[in-house]
């Protein structure tokens, strides 16, 4: 049984992980942008989940991050962690649901997103815990490109609270602004640099430095999207919330074109942050559907 002190500290250490992955989780969002494709109008018919031919696409896509006042995001995001460490001898795991609501896009393209935490749920070994009720709202404003300007918590107990949630502020803003300034096509590939995660103005971090490449065309859940690969090494600083070390990560991400959502994310972090010992991550997030949102009773079946 864990003594409840580093069941705390992991938890929160667990729900600050998915802030890690600039590029890649969706508390660090601004990182993945809209994708326009220059020149051509979209289709707006729905299309069946299918890999798109990128072999006769030659299109230039910019890539732009736009907000619309009123529109809401829902995702879950589920993570498993296999690590040395004792007290994570029994494997550990979270999974989240977050709503993501735009409410106000200024003169300037200033934005204000208002995120709340709808599931929160932990597991580390045999213990089990809803954070639901502990999780508090967070409200970010942004520049024109995506910056974080400030960030507000309200509400919140537990691992989530008081001190914790500057800690979960500092996340959110980290950021891997992997997006290239100019058009890029299908296989092109460019590096990036971002601040390492838990990094501040104190920490003297250096940057940490990725590579990108824009795969591909692919359907999902019948939304158009490009899917971008990132790879990134980074060390941690002590400011970190999972502790000092270093941190590699792959991820996949579907971004959708003409809307900019950040549609699917996937892949590994491998590391060795001293709350975590040598530790592999996986990392899955999905935009939540209506379709997804369907209960065996709403889905009729041949009789």
Same mark, same amino acid.
């Given at each position: 049984? @864990?003594?409840?002190? #580093?069941?705390?500290?992991? #938890?929160?250490?667990?729900?600050? /992980?998915?802030?890690?992955? &600039? ?16 020149? +051509? ?17 030659? $299109? ?19 993570? $498993?962690?296999? =690590?040395?460490? =004792? !007290? ?24 204000? @997103?208002?995120?709340?935490?709808? !599931?929160?749920?932990? +597991? ?9 009720? *502990? *999780?508090?709202?967070? #409200?970010?404003? @942004?520049?024109?490109?995506?910056? $974080? /300007? ?9 691992? /989530? ?8 502020? *500092? ?15 299908? &296989? ?12 501040? =103005? ?22 158009? $999207? ?25 991820? *996949?991400? /579907? ?18 942050? =001293? ?8 990392? +899955?997030? !999905? ?17």
């Amino acid at each position: 049984m @864990l003594r409840s002190d #580093t069941f705390r500290s992991l #938890t929160f250490a667990l729900f600050a /992980l998915p802030a890690l992955l &600039g590029g890649g989780i969706i508390l660090s969002q601004p990182a993945t942008a809209l994708v326009r494709q220059d020149d +051509k109008k979209q289709d707006e018919k729905k299309l069946d989940d299918k890999k798109v031919d990128e072999k006769k696409d030659d $299109t230039a896509y910019s890539l732009k991050r736009v907000y619309t006042k009123g529109d809401k995001s829902r995702y879950k995001t589920t993570m $498993t962690v296999k =690590s040395d460490k =004792s !007290e994570l001898s029994g494997g550990a795991a979270i999974s989240v649901v977050l709503l993501e609501k735009v409410t106000k896009v200024d003169n300037e393209g200033g934005v204000t @997103l208002a995120m709340e935490f709808e !599931e929160a749920n932990a +597991k580390l070994g045999d213990n089990e815990l809803d954070m639901s009720s *502990m *999780m508090p709202k967070i #409200t970010r404003t @942004l520049d024109a490109k995506g910056n $974080t /300007l400030k960030i507000d918590s309200e509400g919140g107990s537990g691992p /989530l609270s008081g001190t914790d949630n500057n800690q979960t502020a *500092m996340f959110i803003n980290t950021q891997a602004n992997y997006l290239p300034e100019k058009a890029i096509k299908i &296989g092109d590939t460019w590096e990036y640099e971002f601040n390492a995660p838990g990094s501040d =103005s104190k920490s003297n971090t250096p940057k940490a430095k990725g590579k990108a490449t824009l795969i591909g065309k692919e359907m999902f859940k019948g939304i158009e $999207t490009l899917r971008i690969k990132t790879e990134a090494e980074a060390d941690l600083p002590k400011s970190n919330p999972a502790g000092a070390g270093k941190m590699k990560m792959m991820m *996949m991400n /579907l971004v959708e074109i003409g809307t900019g959502r950040p549609v699917k994310i996937e892949g590994t972090i491998s590391g060795n942050a =001293s709350q975590f010992g040598n530790a592999t991550m996986e990392i +899955k997030t !999905e935009l939540v559907t209506d379709a997804d949102k369907k209960t065996p009773k709403d889905v009729k079946t041949k009789e």
